[in-house]
């Protein structure tokens, strides 16, 4: 099934999660696959599995977890491609093994530069990447925007100028990386309407459980903290059970917000955290 048909019925919820580093121990992967029983049961529209944690480059991890999810639990699944990790045949090879095992969803990115800034594959934009997938298959395309602008656009005229490539390269749906303030979605989601970028737009949500790694993801990204959110994580920086709870609270929050606004639907970053999952999605569950 094509994910992007579940936005016949709005809003539509569904989970990134990271599988296990291949070095994992035993028991953390005994702990992974508890904590994916849980999300599991909670019922997305369909779950992403990233590359590899980190950023480490686990192709057959991701394919593997992916085959478990849709053969286990019956949900759809949608690995990420990084473009930077992949030559053309790589891609290839990766896109047959993907058709092997039944699975019609892609999101296509183009992936973290390394410190030299170059690129080790042969794609260096998204949209180069999504051109190749489309020549290549049937296969339905996501990709990623961002609501505080890509950190490598000069301004949000390039960077919706750049998204518009994504979109008539063959991207069918947009997930949005994390954001902090909804005023920036919507604002965003007012460029796209003025571009002509009609297709459906997930916000993306993290709930934040560690100061630190927020912090280093938003300037990795681009993304803005406003006052409020700063105020939370100072207060709390030295309690890891009160930001825990004051990081949930505030992303259901701003949940609720979105969903009073008819949004298309919500995309969570759960970092493999049940409990924070479940209860979020305990929170929306009348909403939805």
């Known amino acids: 099934m094509k994910v992007v048909d579940c936005f016949k019925e709005r809003p539509v919820i569904s989970f990134e999660i990271f599988p296990p580093r ?4 035993e028991k953390a992967i005994e702990r992974f696959y508890d904590n994916l029983d849980v999300l ?3 019922k997305p529209a369909y779950i992403s599995v990233t590359y590899g944690a980190g950023g480490s480059d686990n192709k057959s991890g991701t394919l593997a977890l992916c085959c478990y999810i849709k053969q286990h639990y019956g949900i759809e699944v949608v690995p990420h491609i990084p473009g930077i990790n992949f030559t053309k045949s790589a891609v290839k090879a990766y896109l047959a093994d993907l058709k092997a095992a039944d699975i019609e969803n892609i999101l296509a990115l183009r992936g973290d530069l390394p410190a030299d800034g170059k690129s080790q594959g042969d794609f260096q934009y998204a949209s180069d990447l999504v051109s190749e997938i489309k020549r290549d298959g049937d296969f339905n395309i996501l990709g990623a925007c961002y609501p505080d602008v890509h950190p490598e656009a000069k ?6 100028k750049n ?5 008539h390269a063959g991207v069918s749906q947009l997930i949005t990386q994390l954001f902090f303030e909804n005023e920036h979605y919507y604002q965003f989601l007012e460029r796209c309407e ?9 916000a993306g949500i993290m709930s934040v459980v560690n100061e630190r790694q927020i912090r280093r993801m938003a300037t990795m990204n681009g993304v803005g903290l406003p006052p409020k959110f700063l105020r939370m994580m100072n207060h709390y920086q030295d309690n890891p059970i009160a930001m825990r709870d004051a990081g949930t609270a505030y992303a259901i929050d701003q949940i609720v917000d979105l969903l009073s606004e008819g949004v298309d639907g919500i995309h969570l970053y759960t970092m493999d955290n049940p409990v924070v999952t479940q209860r979020i999605c305990g929170a929306i569950e009348t909403l939805i």
């Open 22 to 25: 291949p070095n994992a121990s």
């Open 40 to 42: 599991a049961s909670l």
């Open 155 to 160: 301004d949000s005229v390039e960077d919706i």
């Open 163 to 167: 998204l518009k490539c994504k979109i």
């Open 194 to 202: 003025l571009a002509g970028i009609d297709v459906p737009v997930q």
